[in-house]
């Protein structure tokens, strides 16, 4: 019969049918959990009565099932393992036999139940042939900005495997595509791969250690980088092929690659633009080279981001292990030393003769320039101007005064100031001119030339040899515990040291505000201070004003706060891999400092080298001035000056801030150019954790480069994380490979993928044992529809999602639901059947109840879903659809079309008629409702539909999306529907009070009385009836009122004929009851209840035995009063 059709219960409470039985996936996730808490007890637990809850079977419904705590959890660890077993026997079964890129053959039986495997084998491969996904330039421009929709892929790394946050951006972005590709909008996904310049580098220099024996340097440049070229082509596609298994409807014909010669063109012409343009505030270039502190990673030998860098809390003294040191470090302690004066004999008697410092960076002392003080600070003011002698060396240094970095009751009051590797000492050092000295060469070892006696060791090598000749030198004043910090390259776990070298900028003031001014916000004081800041930061182009939709609105003060308080972005990295920096060192005779001159080529830099040294003359270059005081600089001798390219390449995020147009041919802008077409894009969906990295850079870049904004609206989805919230990580054994949920896997092939991974040997045990716990059965075959549906339902949080696998099989057996309620339909309508719209038109011109209740649901649904879309509330439209195909259609609608189409209880031919035609509607609209959500599934079924040769459209994705329909939607029958369901939910437990089996179809009799307005309700009996598993359903309307419920008119039903009651009442159950609209029924003390032989603190008034033959009257026993939990077994009696 059907399962709880009167509840209305969103999907992330209930869930799909397991089999032929309901069990959602709040309850598979909670049985699973008991299963891992009493694994000892599975093999016991699992041959108890079967659970009922979550839809429940026959009369009992949820109500009684759902109480029931038999079975638990060894029940939910043998259905998965009988799941995966299963999935696993039908995938050794299935064999494809369509030719690669033909339509899928289906010339067999559906089979008995849903098979992931089966279902989306061949569907892709033929999408693709048949260029459903392409998008031509012509149709682009004809049709317009609100004609088509265009989206760009973030295109992920070419060394990356597909991962839960690749398979949420997918699922997102793959179903607005193919929503929009239904509503006939000329619809572009475009495919890309980044070219990841510090992860590629890194994997294959690892395969030539391990394979050769040799590094890059061995190789030589040209040599290393053809061999990542190699690297690329044999495994660079394999996200590629891992989004074709998700569904993801991307243009292949216009895949991109950031370091292709068309996207590298784009990359050198943006430099050179923004290296020629200006800042309208300070008349600065936009893009500029200057000597600064960055982030280095020693173990990669290159200048970092932001993005790159984990920041780790070290709460005190703490030992890490960092590569290339064969001992753990201690971080997390600061080292106290002295810094004895230099002898004045104009010092007064008794002065102090040093000053105590302290730092967590004791090597770091080495390249010290001064020592300040708090100007205000009584103890040391009259010491500033003093000079300190090095301890390691013949140098001196000052003490100063400054009263921004100091601060006086903070350890001893004194500073150790070390410019050239730390940030806030290198700004102390350009408030008072001090000198740099840097420590360490690009490997982490320090230099010969202020090394002192450590130089050529490594940097942590050279802190423990400090401290001891420290400590010999009688200097050292002692360690602490001190809470830290820590910089750690996210790529190798080395920890970051400061560095200042030369490196390339660009300065992003001004680009900033202006994509400040773009954004949309609900405040027009916000909006007008942004354009005001704008303007007053020297922008006089076209601001975009509010045109720029950031979703959710949450994160859009985050994107105000970073933007306005911008730093210059490091744009030079030390790596052969990318793209190398179209600027060139001139190499002349006198130059004591770097002179660099850019051009898209060798002879456009060339033209410019009188140009920059009179800039650099102008900026006090000696040697430039020099030279063009002299003379002699003639065409023919700049002809022979010799140009050096920059060794440096461009951060990735570079190129990846220009994909939305160099992807489409940038800088070609004429009007056959595919920029005409496509550009700008109409949406950017990504991750909000690199909303700064990428998507503000990309509005930064447009709106500078293109005059336009790359996109109006960005959408911004969570993170994802394990059911606990923990983050993701091998080490916690929790990490999920998206094609594992989708495909299945054993425990065993879980545990092999931990223990052949890179974790480290300490944490595999772990990992492992964290693996077994929380997927004690594996993960059976879900398929891709599954895991998209399953991740869109999670986006009601806007940050991030707690992932429970669980709740993925859920959806999966939801689609098992789907394929069982279409292969029961297709059974009944007949392979003769034809719809028609006149078939349609007639069946609702007939008026039944139940076939204007479901068309009425339909177009609700189909509403609910387009409004979620544009909204981009994918949650609601996964509840919407659900809920339409579980609640609505498979637990009312074909159960009572069953009576019809079965030909067993009419022989109306246009009844039946009628009926089909409901039916194939709602089968037909269902499906392309689904579609975007769960692509493969859905093509499947709507091939197997009837009139599939019929059809304009050969496939369901360029079938037009389901939409609204005047007049379609039916209040009244819906309110009689709901009569009518409320009346089964009532009838279900009440049989259920009576414990009665399932099939027994007992006589009812519904009384019904006027409401306020007076109105009688209509009861539809025959639904009634079918629904609850009832024999004659009469309805009668009540001639006088009901007597008033009261304690001394609601005796319990044995009271009313005790006699006849033959159970040993001892009090041993206990009852929870629900009385509306009145107090509870009269209750008589008993003995006090025990529980594992303890009495209850409480004393206990329990009712009379609820057992009694008597038939209960209107004031007698109320159906309300249900779910039984009982204490301990009846002594004797009738056992109820």
Request: with cysteine.
């Amino acid at each position: 019969g059907p399962r709880g059709g009167a509840r209305r219960i969103p999907d992330h409470v209930r869930g799909a049918a397991v089999g032929t039985a309901a069990l959602s996936p709040k309850e598979l996730a909670k049985l699973a959990d008991v299963a891992r808490r009493k694994a000892a007890k599975a093999e016991t637990a699992a041959s108890a009565p079967d659970a009922g809850g979550g839809g429940g079977g026959g009369g009992g419904g949820g109500e009684k099932g759902g109480a029931r705590k038999g079975g638990g959890g060894g029940r939910a660890a043998k259905k998965i393992a009988s799941l995966a077993a299963k999935d696993a026997a039908d995938a050794a079964a299935f064999v494809n036999d369509t030719p690669e890129g033909e339509k899928k053959r289906m010339n067999g039986p559906m089979a008995a139940a849903y098979q992931p495997r089966a279902v989306e084998s061949a569907w892709y491969q033929w999408w693709e042939k048949e260029g459903f996904f392409s998008a031509s330039a012509d149709s682009g421009r004809k049709a317009g900005p609100d004609g088509r929709f265009v989206m760009v892929i973030p295109p992920p790394n070419v060394t990356g495997s597909l991962h839960l946050g690749h398979t949420l951006m997918a699922a997102v972005e793959d179903t607005l595509t193919r929503w929009h590709r239904m509503h006939g909008r000329v619809a572009l996904y475009v495919p890309g791969v980044d070219h990841a310049g510090i992860a590629t580098q890194a994997v294959v220099e690892k395969k030539l250690k391990r394979e050769q024996n040799i590094t890059r340097h061995d190789l030589g440049r040209e040599a290393f980088v053809a061999e990542v070229w190699k690297w690329k082509e044999a495994y660079g596609s394999q996200i590629c092929s891992q989004l074709r298994r998700v569904g993801s409807s991307l243009d292949w014909s216009r895949e991109q690659f950031t370091l292709s010669p068309k996207l590298s063109r784009a990359v050198t012409e943006a430099f050179c633009r923004l290296y020629n343009m200006r800042d309208g505030k300070t008349g600065e270039r936009l893009v500029y080279r200057k000597k600064r502190l960055v982030h280095w990673c020693c173990k990669l030998r290159t200048a970092l981001s932001n993005i790159e860098v984990d920041n780790v809390e070290i709460p005190g003294r703490t030992l890490r292990a960092v590569p290339d040191h064969d001992e753990p470090v201690e971080f997390g302690v600061l080292t106290n030393f002295a810094y004895r004066f230099v002898p004045d004999p104009a010092a007064a008697e008794g002065e102090l003769t040093e000053l105590v410092v302290a730092t967590t960076r004791l090597e770091t002392m080495l390249a010290d320039v001064a020592v300040a003080i708090h100007p205000d600070d009584t103890r040391y003011a009259h010491l500033v101007g003093r000079r300190l002698q090095h301890p390691f060396s013949d140098r001196t240094i000052p003490v100063i005064a400054d009263g921004v970095l100091v601060k006086m009751g903070f350890g001893t009051g004194a500073v150790k100031i070390t410019p050239a590797h730390d940030a806030n000492d290198f700004e102390c050092g350009q408030r008072n001119n001090l000198p740099t000295y840097s420590l360490l060469n690009d490997d982490g070892r320090l230099n010969a030339e202020h090394g002192a006696d450590f130089a050529g060791m490594l940097r942590y090598e050279a802190r423990v040899a400090v401290e001891e000749a420290l400590d010999a030198k009688g200097l050292l004043r002692g360690k602490e515990p001190n809470a830290m910090v820590l910089g750690v390259c996210s790529r190798t776990g080395d920890v970051i040291e400061p560095r200042l070298l030369p490196q390339w900028y660009v300065n992003c003031d001004g680009m900033a505000l202006r994509a400040v001014a773009a954004m949309k916000t609900d405040s027009e004081e916000d909006a007008a201070a942004a354009v005001d800041a704008a303007r007053a930061a020297g922008v006089t182009e076209d601001l975009h004003a509010g045109q720029l939709d950031i979703q959710p609105k949450t994160f859009r003060s985050t994107w105000t706060n970073w933007l306005t308080d911008i730093h210059p972005w490091c744009i030079s990295r030390q790596l052969w891999w990318g793209h190398r920096i179209p600027a060139y060192h001139v190499c002349l005779p006198g130059l004591s400092e770097e002179v660099m001159v850019v051009g898209r080529d060798e002879a456009e830099a060339r033209a410019s080298v009188l140009e920059r040294l009179a800039e650099a003359a102008a900026a006090g270059n000696e040697g430039a001035a020099a030279l063009l005081s002299a003379g002699g600089l003639s065409p023919e001798a700049l002809a022979g000056v010799e140009l050096k390219q920059d060794e440096d390449v461009l951060d990735t995020w570079f190129s990846s801030g220009l994909f939305p147009f160099s992807s489409f041919g940038w800088p070609d802008e004429d009007a056959e150019s595919e920029m005409s077409a496509f550009y700008p894009t109409t949406l950017l969906e990504t991750g909000h954790d690199i909303l700064f990295f990428w998507v503000a850079r990309m509005v930064m870049f447009g709106q500078t480069l293109t005059g336009k904004l790359p996109f109006s609206t960005v959408f911004l989805h969570p993170m994802v994380r394990d059911k606990h919230g923990r983050k993701m990580s091998k080490s916690l054994g929790n990490v999920v490979d998206p094609l594992q949920v989708i495909e299945g896997s054993t425990l065993e092939e879980l545990l092999a993928k931990v223990t052949g991974s890179n974790v480290a040997p300490t944490e595999i045990a772990r990992a492992t044992e964290a693996t077994r716990t929380e997927f004690p059965s594996g993960i059976p075959e879900c398929g891709a529809d599954a895991l998209r549906f399953g991740l869109l339902a999670y986006l009601v949080q806007t940050r991030d999602v707690n992932l429970d696998v669980g709740r993925v099989v859920g959806y999966r057996n939801f689609c098992n639901k789907l394929w069982n309620a279409t292969r029961f339909a297709l059974a009944k309508l007949g392979d003769d059947f034809l719809p028609t719209a006149e078939g349609l038109a007639a069946a609702r011109a007939a008026g039944v109840t139940a076939d204007l209740w479901i068309l009425s649901r339909l177009d609700r649904a189909v509403e609910a879903v387009n409004k979620a879309f544009a909204s981009f509330a994918f949650a609601d439209a996964v509840t919407a659809a659900y809920n339409f195909w579980l609640y609505d259609l498979c637990d009312v609608y074909l159960e009572l079309a069953k009576r019809f189409i079965s030909g067993g209880e009419t022989d109306d031919a246009a009844r039946v008629a009628a009926t089909r035609h409901v039916l194939y509607e709602c089968l037909d609209v269902g499906l392309r409702l689904l579609h975007p959500m769960m692509p493969f599934v859905t093509e499947e079924l709507y091939q197997r539909l009837p009139g599939a040769a019929a059809r304009a459209s050969p496939s369901i994705m360029i079938t037009p999306f389901p939409v609204g329909r005047d007049g379609w939607q039916s209040p009244a029958a819906e309110a009689a529907m709901e009569t009518a369901t409320t009346l089964v939910h009532a009838c279900r437990s009440l049989k259920a009070s009576y414990s009665l089996v399932p099939s027994a179809r007992p006589d009812v009799v519904i009384v019904t009385s006027a409401g306020s307005d007076g109105a009688t309700p209509t009861v539809e009996t025959d639904y009634v009836a079918a629904l609850a598993g009832l024999g004659t359903v009469t309805s009668t309307v009540a001639t006088e009122a009901a007597p008033a419920r009261s304690p001394q008119a609601a005796p319990c039903r044995s009271s009313l004929t005790p006699s006849r009651c033959t159970c040993s009442w001892r009090g041993l159950w206990t009852l929870r009851w629900r009385w509306p609209n009145s107090p509870p029924p009269p209750r008589r003390s008993g003995r006090w209840p025990t529980r594992r032989g303890r009495a209850s603190k409480r004393r206990a008034t329990l009712p009379r035995c609820p057992r009694g033959s008597a038939t209960p009257t209107a004031s007698g026993w109320p159906s309300t009063m249900r779910r039984w939990r009982r204490w301990s077994s009846w002594r004797s009696g009738c056992g109820q």
